[in-house]
Structures are given as C-alpha cells and as structure tokens.
C-alpha cells in the first residue's frame, strides 16, 4: 500500500451516501469511473461485490486495491456462522494434531476458547431459556 500513500487514492462507490463522499473529497481523493479498473478503494454493497466476483469474471483485487465487501463476507460477520467456521478449523486442527487444539484438566480448549453460547432464534429459544434459567447473570 505504499504506492497509495505517496499518491491520491482513486476510489468508486456504487451509491451516492453523502458521508462517504464527503469523506472522500475531504480526504483529497479523486473519484474514479465505474469503467476504470486503476482504483484503490470501492465502496460496494454486497450485490455489486457479488457480481465484481463472480465465478465467470475471474476478477482479483491487486495489491493496491481494497474493499469495503468480499464475497460471503457473512460466513465472518454473522455470530452463528463464525462459531460454525471456528468450530470446523478446530476439526481441521484436531486431525493435524495441532498444538493449538491443546486442552486443559477441565476438558476446555487452552486456545481458540473464546467461542461464545450462540442461538439462532426463534429456533433456538426454548435452549436459550433454559441456558438463561440455569446462568441468569
């Protein structure tokens, strides 16, 4: 990101939300075009990200560029999923026999243990209820 600090920032936005634009043309970048591919930072929604990364377009970010999406960016920013996806790493890490899937005497992970109880209501509710009963605090 080098070469983005010694020169303007060209970036896109698929909106047009004032605060982002505001910010940057505060910030002295210069606004690109929707047919440039020399930007550095996209503002998308996820519809635009999805289709900028479809499996026909073949598209990679390079080194300079950056955006606010990635595809099933989800998989991160849902609670559920992210315990999901942490739980199959610890999987994956158990079959290597990893040191980081160490555990102490009371059978709890010494790393990785910051998974915290998930539901997904209202699915979950009737167990939630009862985790609530059992640890109100």
Same mark, same amino acid.
């Given at each position: 990101?080098?070469a983005?600090?010694?020169?303007?920032?060209?970036?896109?936005?698929?909106n047009?939300?004032?605060?982002?634009?505001?910010?940057?043309?505060?910030r002295?970048?210069?606004?690109?075009?929707?047919? =440039?591919? +020399?930007? @550095?930072?996209?503002?998308?929604?996820?519809?635009?990200?999805?289709?900028?990364?479809? %499996?026909?377009?073949? &598209?990679?970010?390079?080194?300079?560029?950056?955006?606010?999406?990635?595809?099933?960016?989800?998989?991160?920013?849902?609670k559920?999923?992210?315990?999901?996806n942490?739980?199959r790493?610890?999987?994956?890490?158990?079959?290597e026999?990893?040191?980081?899937? =160490?555990? +102490?005497? @009371?059978?709890?992970?010494?790393?990785?243990d910051?998974?915290?109880?998930?539901?997904? %209501?209202p699915?979950? &509710?009737?167990?939630f209820?009862?985790?609530?009963?059992?640890?109100?605090?």
């Amino acid at each position: 990101f080098e070469a983005i600090m010694t020169s303007k920032v060209k970036w896109l936005a698929d909106n047009e939300k004032s605060v982002l634009v505001n910010n940057f043309e505060k910030r002295g970048w210069i606004r690109g075009t929707s047919e =440039e591919e +020399d930007w @550095n930072f996209f503002w998308t929604s996820v519809q635009t990200t999805r289709c900028i990364f479809n %499996l026909d377009s073949g &598209y990679r970010l390079s080194d300079d560029q950056l955006i606010n999406h990635f595809p099933n960016h989800y998989e991160l920013t849902r609670k559920d999923l992210l315990v999901k996806n942490i739980k199959r790493y610890r999987k994956e890490l158990e079959k290597e026999n990893s040191p980081l899937t =160490e555990k +102490d005497e @009371n059978c709890r992970y010494m790393h990785l243990d910051f998974i915290p109880v998930t539901y997904i %209501l209202p699915a979950d &509710y009737n167990i939630f209820v009862e985790e609530f009963r059992k640890n109100p605090t």
